[in-house]
């Protein structure tokens, strides 16, 4: 696996990650990090790997575009030092199109969310042991859905600045349109945003099968 | 109009209906009849025709399929003595077999639906002026979507009765599906089953439509 | 109608407007536009022409009297650059006078609503596609009433404003006393200011009314 | 004036009267008899002679048609054994004519009006010192008020049973009427039907000038 | 009565006085007052002489001694502007004294009472039609009890201070005692300090006596 | 000390013993016993005297009069078999007297307390291995004061009993009485009724020197 | 894995069980089985398994000792009629022996526990596919420790019945203490007994271990 | 007893102190001073000693590390001028190390303790009468415990620096492993930090032991 005693791992983003975290920094006793996926992946590393000391802090705020979360960026992600960063913003950027179409000044065009998205990885690139890309999603699996196919554009940004700055990329949308094969998206999600329990498991497993996590492995 | 004065008009169905309702009967001063669609119908009515004193009620009741309306027709249907009932059930009847798989005992197969909208719809239409059913709908434009695919055949359940009960219907998925056509189905509704105030007022529309309601009417 | 596709359509005044609006400006998800006439106004809109996108906007605030709105006309009006302005203030102005007489700094007289209004409404109007200009009431047919009497000098004030700067005027008070034809005004509201769901339907088709709403349009 | 000592004054009625008393009888420590004018009515009491040791009770019960009342007047009343008796009621027989004219079951005709009184306060008056009856009252001035009107006949049912049974009348309309010589309705009630701390005040005092309570008496 | 129309009426003080009103200055609508004996005297007032506009203010502080009072005199006292003051302050300057007993920096003494009082009362006195003061008292007819007898010593110096500024006096204790010798302490006050309904009506009545106000009055 | 390891000592009375203990049985964890004057008995017993394992049950109900406790006794009192068993009642008896004074029927006369505690005594006294009494009391020193005076009789009816039951006894009313030489009654209690942690401090001191607490054991 | 498509699985135990599960049975949507370690099985078999249909349910009760769940396994355990159930009880039966040793009456001796347990093992055996026992735990590493050296002849007996009558055993209490070679256990739990979501999470890998989950199936 | 009358008695450190007391400084009425063990000694005091005036606060703040105590050591300690300081600090230095091993920056290493327990021991010693250390502990009698023997050596630097500026010690570490001889520690405290109202007697116990607290003493 690739992370190492004592490496604090950094999540941010919107409200998938936030998750009720606590202020100003999401992490410690208490699901200080939150009741999202974050602390699966939490909960997860320390049963699996307690001989590992993992510091997993959280700074997703609810509502976040790319656009707020490059305003915070310096305070929120690089002022804490962390080893290892991971992204996952977009959601609102296009979400905000389709549930509030007149309100434009909500919205975040293809070409802002890159540019936000290039500053915000570049910097963190440099500052980290490794940032990781999670591609935003809509939990629907009809490529016709306008939203759907709104968002695998900004999915798509996601690739190629991954390609470009060669950064470790989840393919958050690939993920849960895998198990849509079996199960309706309303199994996980009720506004096919928001994962329940089990829609956080599967962001964790791929969050830490791309970290390298040995699930066989028992400390 | 089809309604005359003093008319006691009955909604009645599941959390789309329900919406908040007064108990045992949804009716009279604030917000008796809840805050959804039903609400919309009502103040339509009595900003259009004060001449007339229209009674509104509702007994929709939230979680409710075609099998747990069917066991409390007696009390929260018959025993109020409608001139007008509407009838909107089946979500659930659907619902339950997406987000649920595993509860099978929760789920409504397509058989019993029909035969518990047939024993509710005879009754009703043997002591009322008239009833109207209302189809269930999911609102989600793409037909691919399992669930909406199920949901059409329940909704051909309802169009099959109406034909042989000869009741008037109302088309909600249709009547979505022609919005969607102009808004994405999140601008209505987050779940794509509860709307919200935009989407009661298309049902309300629709509603009032069929009863010969006129827009241009200024009493 | 007179709207087009995108234009911001801004309604301001006291509490009849306010119900519970969003801050610091109330619009966008999750009944921003607070629950009032305005509500009405959004959701008849968006049902009606899905293929506009009016972004309706709601800056009233509870207690205002025209005195408290000119102070904070050009942070909540002004600044936020509507397309279209509605404008419904007054009633404070006159309440206050019968509900707390001896707090006689609270009373607004004729002289200072006029030039209160004058004020707000000539920069309003240079600055926007049009500003409509909405009397103030008093849910009381009987102009013996001493608080209805008084009403009715305001309103004559924004007859009197709306024909000297050219505005569209609703007079909301000759629509209410139409309807008090066929109900009493306790049907409406309780304390013969703050309309129920059915008072604001009626607010609402007139503010639509004057508008151009064509409500046989079918999207 | 007319109490003696340790005796027992029971008031009943509506939400006038309830005001929020402790159940099942509104009496005692801690505002036990509401905060309306029942707690006016004992505090002068309690404050002017205190060498009197009067027992204050209260059964109103909000919304309550003398329908209602009639169904409960033995337990609620004769049960209780008062000494004397103030009865309130009939503002709900009438309101409900005028904010819900389509519920009619839940009007009260003045027949029936008469008809529960006059069995009421038979019984009463035979098992007590002393029955009062107040009439019912609308905070409205203006007798072209439609359900002014509709009230002031059933004030007039009053005064021909209080003339009937040879009871103490007190004229609640009267005295509001004389008091909007001076205040609008506004300043003592917003509904014109629940009065604040002042118009508790007016009550109280028509109450206790009818008992021939001494306001010069000192203890 | 000394009252003219439109005057100010401010009552200040401690907890008694305060008793739950609005801020930051008490008054108007909705129980801005508070809901304790200033409560009283205004619906009386309100009741008695609607043909007077008399303004009643409230800027009691709970918890506060001369000290505090005077700290906050400017502000919350002189630029009101009242017509007539009414102070009622120094039960906390010797309650401190016996229930935290060991917190001297708490108590303010005898010598401090009677400065803070002479500024504040000076400074009042200048700018209002009449300055009336209101002793602090203990609900105990008992002198032998330590605190009542302390208290004593406090009302003393209002009396002195009274006819030393030539201002009116409420003698509360003397008010309090005579009541007594019908009713015990705990019937008004629990606690010997906060009143009760019956409490505040026995203030209410001092004070309005002191002001001449005429009970026979029937406006 | 009198208590055996395993002992079960049980406290009864009014709202003093009460103090918000867990239903159906005060007892266990949590501060099931209430957070008055038995946890300081319980857990001064329990850090005192570890080596013993003594169960401190409570079934003080409050607002509970003697002919209240009576009412329960075998339920709350017999049926849980104490040991040892505590009874505090009495207070209510007289306050209602005096607090209520026109609602005669909550008051208990000295003739029906004096029967009611001599039931319960001399059946719990062939029940248990000790019942000890603890007098009512009033935090009041001043014996002139009339409720002190009226409660001295029912304490009086205490020791006569307890002499003529041979039970010891724990006159609280000395115990206070003792304490006020120091400290000003509304040091220990703001209503002279119920104690403070210092006044539950001085009860449980009490009980235990009764019982033979060593206070210099250590375990 | 042993379970198969639509299986219906059902945890029972104490608090550690329950961790607010809905009631009376606990599945379905919004955490209907709780937030413990039960909604960490169910969403791994959700996430991972996707192509079963599993039926996760949990009728844990907090506070019960084996003689509480004894008396509601007809109703509880049997007539859900599990295909698979899971049985996690006895930690109250020693834990009150030591937070609790007076109270005797809450203790469940080793006989009685291994009594109640086969009888319950026993009935459920012959009417489920499986029932896996779990060893009830204290989470603390030193066996020295009085509580977990009792724990441990539970644990004892857990382990004799599961071997008497063949059935599959979790040793939770092995499980803890392997973890505790890395992490004390106040990383885990703060009471030693209700885990965090990493206990947990602890929990939920041994009993898919057990149930021969494959971690590296990826539907 | 080493305290004289109105001396002013200090108590700080961290949740074990704080309790819930009140801000800026924990005193005075209501719980002023928390309920934890602070509240336990100022009852006994002022049952014991009426005759003195001692004036007890708590300035304790949860989760406080001796790092966090230093930063607020001269506005929350100093400033406030006490007589007797008692200082309780060290727990969550060395808790954070095994419930948040991987946040390091929240652990504070021995060094750090002592150092900070060094200047603000030697700043209080020449401002007050007396400074009492009590040493952190860890309610856990096997010593073979890693936090147990982590928090015993922070005790020793306790000891150390006492001895070095000749201040008194409470050893509560050994006042509670005396206490384990014959109670399980979940008898005191669920998570061996927090103690409930036993082991808050126990401290206060020991600290008046100290303080040569007199317990045959009856004023």
């Not at 554009?153 to 990329?169: K, M």
């Not at 599967?202 to 400390?219: C, N, V």
Request: net charge negative; hydrophobic share 40%.
């Amino acid at each position: 696996m690739k992370f190492s005693a004592y490496d604090r791992i950094l999540f941010t983003g919107d409200s998938v990650t936030d998750a009720g975290r606590a202020r100003p920094v999401g992490e410690g006793l208490h699901t200080g990090v939150g009741s999202g996926y974050v602390r699966v992946v939490e909960s997860l590393l320390a049963a699996f790997y307690p001989e590992l000391y993992l510091r997993v802090s959280n700074t997703g705020t609810s509502g976040n575009t790319s656009r707020d979360l490059a305003a915070r960026w310096q305070t929120d992600v690089l002022d804490l030092k962390p080893d290892w960063l991971y992204v996952c913003i977009g959601v609102n950027d296009v979400w905000r199109q389709f549930d509030s179409p007149a309100i434009t000044s909500s919205h975040v065009s293809l070409e802002e969310y890159e540019a936000n998205l290039r500053t915000m990885l570049t910097s963190a690139k440099a500052a980290t042991k490794g940032v990781t890309l999670m591609t935003p999603y809509y939990m629907e699996p009809l490529t016709a859905d306008p939203m759907r196919a709104r968002m695998d554009e900004y999915g798509a940004v996601c690739r190629r600045l991954a390609a470009e700055l060669d950064l470790p990329l989840i393919d958050t949308q690939a993920l849960f349109d895998a198990y849509f094969a079996h199960r309706h998206s309303s199994f996980v999600a009720w506004d096919r945003v928001h994962p329940n329990q089990t829609g956080c498991t599967l962001l964790a497993r791929a969050i830490l099968d791309e970290a390298g996590f040995d699930w066989a492995h028992r400390a």
